[in-house]
């Protein structure tokens, strides 16, 4: 995948996620994920859940285990949110997008960076080949992110070769499929409904080759070669997520993606 592609691909998103009202004020930013209010209160809502689920079984359980202030490299790091979070508890967090931009890209981050410039650092890169020193992390999570991977046995090899070892890998809010047929249909839906959803940056945003989703098999055989073993943590979401199953089963839709907590110990 050339530079320039994924240049573009992060400019066209950018101005995608503008028009989806993704450009938070302050006020509204400091409070990810638990945005209460506005037209993705709803999605907030599942993210909370799932960041809780990753302060209750990774950060701080480890924190605990090491008696000190842990390095977190957050890919996809988006507007940093979560690296904040981990900021506020006291812990140093490398930030790494694509994007720059101001819109919701590393550089929204400034109310963040103010707070906490010890602890937050932004480096611009893609996770499938991190501008970083090996084993200087012990936890690298990919934030709603790992999808984006063209490669996946490839980023899985630069996110474990940053993490020291026994840290811990972790995919966070990334669709989980148990069939490999329901996420192919998902796929052909999103190219169906391109022009509906993305207008004239349908072709940029689907230009490039993104696993788009993961199955536990996917998982397996992409950490085979890398001695990762993952084990899930079934997140606890709002109800109206958790019944989705049967929403689809009563209405003869495909099965809808889990998200929920995959953690990976690195040997």
Same mark, same amino acid.
């Not at 859940?49 to 209750?56: H, K």
């Not at 990774?58 to 000190?68: D, G, Q, S, T």
């Not at 400034?110 to 611009?124: H, L, M, S, Y």
């Given at each position: 995948?050339?530079?320039?592609?994924?240049?573009?691909?992060?400019?066209?998103?950018?101005?995608?996620?503008?028009?989806?009202?993704?450009?938070?004020?302050?006020?509204?930013?400091?409070?990810? *994920?638990?945005?209460?209010?506005?037209?993705?209160?709803?999605?907030?809502?599942?993210? =909370?859940?799932?960041?809780? =689920?990753?302060?209750?079984?990774?950060?701080?359980?480890?924190?605990?285990?090491?008696?000190?202030?842990? =390095?977190?490299?957050?890919?996809?790091?988006?507007?940093?949110?979560?690296?904040?979070?981990?900021?506020?508890?006291?812990?140093?967090?490398?930030?790494?997008?694509?994007?720059?931009?101001? +819109?919701?890209?590393?550089?929204?981050?400034?109310?963040?960076?103010?707070?906490?410039?010890?602890? +937050?650092?932004?480096?611009?890169?893609?996770?499938?080949?991190?501008?970083?020193?090996?084993?200087?992390?012990?936890?690298?999570?990919?934030?709603?992110?790992?999808?984006?991977? @063209?490669?996946?046995?490839?980023?899985?090899?630069?996110?474990?070769?940053?993490?020291?070892?026994?840290?811990? +890998?972790? +995919?966070?809010?990334?669709?989980?499929?148990?069939?490999?047929?329901?996420?192919?249909?998902? @796929?052909?839906?999103?190219?169906? $409904?391109?022009?509906?959803?993305?207008?004239?940056?349908?072709?940029?945003?689907?230009?490039?080759?993104? @696993?788009?989703?993961?199955? %536990?098999?996917?998982?397996?055989?992409?950490?085979?070669?890398?001695?990762?073993?993952?084990?899930?943590?079934?997140?606890?979401? %709002?109800?109206?997520? $958790?019944?989705?199953?049967?929403?689809?089963?009563?209405?003869?839709?495909?099965? %809808?993606?889990?998200?929920?907590?995959?953690? =990976?110990?690195? *040997?």
């Amino acid at each position: 995948m050339s530079e320039a592609a994924l240049a573009r691909f992060g400019s066209e998103y950018a101005l995608h996620r503008a028009a989806e009202g993704r450009n938070y004020r302050e006020d509204e930013l400091v409070r990810l *994920p638990y945005l209460r209010s506005g037209i993705h209160a709803r999605q907030w809502s599942v993210r =909370a859940r799932s960041f809780d =689920a990753f302060m209750r079984h990774v950060l701080r359980p480890h924190a605990n285990e090491l008696r000190r202030r842990l =390095a977190l490299l957050d890919l996809g790091a988006g507007n940093c949110w979560l690296s904040h979070r981990a900021a506020a508890e006291g812990h140093h967090a490398t930030a790494l997008d694509i994007r720059n931009d101001p +819109i919701d890209g590393l550089a929204a981050a400034e109310p963040f960076v103010e707070r906490f410039p010890d602890r +937050i650092e932004r480096v611009v890169g893609s996770f499938g080949s991190v501008p970083l020193d090996s084993m200087t992390m012990d936890i690298a999570l990919f934030n709603a992110s790992l999808h984006y991977a @063209v490669d996946l046995t490839v980023v899985l090899r630069e996110a474990s070769r940053m993490v020291r070892p026994g840290g811990r +890998i972790v +995919i966070m809010d990334t669709p989980f499929y148990w069939r490999e047929a329901d996420g192919l249909a998902m @796929v052909a839906e999103k190219h169906a $409904e391109s022009a509906a959803r993305f207008g004239d940056r349908a072709e940029a945003l689907l230009s490039l080759p993104f @696993v788009e989703y993961l199955t %536990p098999e996917r998982l397996r055989s992409a950490s085979a070669a890398l001695g990762l073993h993952w084990r899930r943590h079934r997140v606890h979401y %709002p109800l109206w997520y $958790e019944l989705r199953p049967l929403w689809a089963l009563l209405h003869g839709k495909r099965r %809808p993606s889990r998200f929920d907590l995959w953690i =990976a110990e690195r *040997p």
